[in-house]
Nanobody, 122 residues
Framework: QVQLVESGGGLVQAGGSLRLSCAAS????????MGWYRQAPGKQRELVAG???????NYADSVQGRFTISRDNGKNTVSLEMNSLKPEDTAVYYC????????????????WGQGTQVTVSS
């Protein structure tokens, strides 16, 4: 089993910055993809940014150029630097990863964090 613990959410004014962090722990052999999703009230959960184990990144169009995702493979952590925040960035942000275990190396499971609230005031 893998646990994801997020930190760094909060309240910020429009134009401000926040940094989200997520640490994965448990019976991990390796982590393939890691990413951040968000869900605003009344909306579906959407991908914000993703990063492969090789460091290849992808971003939602709405955050391209403002958000930066990074990861530390040695520490099993992923971070999201969010700049020039807008009120429409307000949402619960979830950390996600695909991981396998020592006993089942050919089987990757999707794991989610508990979510952290980001609120951007206008």
């Amino acid at each position: 089993q893998v646990q994801l613990v997020e930190s760094g959410g909060g309240l910020v004014q429009a134009g401000g910055s926040l940094r989200l962090s997520c640490a994965a722990s448990g019976r991990i052999f390796s982590i393939r993809n890691m990413g951040w999703y968000r869900q605003a009230p009344g909306k579906q959960r959407e991908l914000v940014a993703g990063i492969t184990s090789a460091g290849i990144t992808n971003y939602a169009d709405s955050v391209q150029g403002r958000f930066t995702i990074s990861r530390d493979n040695g520490k099993n952590t992923v971070s999201l630097e969010m700049n020039s925040l807008k009120p429409e960035d307000t949402a619960v942000y979830y950390c996600n990863c695909e991981a396998n275990s020592y006993s089942r190396r050919n089987y990757f499971t999707n794991y989610w964090g508990q979510g952290t609230q980001v609120t951007v005031s206008s």
